[in-house]
């Protein structure tokens, strides 16, 4: 007996379930981006800040740093003293 129509089907199945997987995975990215949008910073560990200047460089001297003590793209209090590895030095 010819069953090949149900090994088709069965294919036909497996497409549409990894096609499913797949857009749950789409789904899910599309989140982490929107959060990521909406919340705009990170974490200081993330941005692997440290409470001391490296160098001559501290978040006094960044175009991100918003005074008395917060920075445009790191979550928390940041010190003036402060550095992170998106230092960006004022022009
Ligand atoms: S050095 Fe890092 S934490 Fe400090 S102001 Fe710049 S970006 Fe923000």
Redesign the pocket.
């Known amino acids: 007996m010819n069953n090949g129509g149900n090994d088709c089907q069965r294919i036909s199945r497996r497409v549409a379930l990894s096609g499913a997987a797949l857009a749950l995975g789409t789904a899910a990215i599309a989140t982490a981006v929107s959060q990521a949008a909406a919340q705009q910073k990170i974490s200081q560990a993330d941005?692997k800040?440290q409470g001391t200047p490296k160098g001559d460089?501290?978040?006094d001297g960044?175009?991100?740093?918003q005074p008395p003590n917060a920075?445009?793209?790191?979550q928390g209090d940041?010190s003036p003293s402060?550095?992170?590895?998106?230092?960006?030095p004022k022009s």
């Open positions: 941005a800040y460089q501290h978040c960044c175009l991100n740093f920075c445009k793209f790191v940041v402060g550095w992170c590895q998106l230092f960006t």
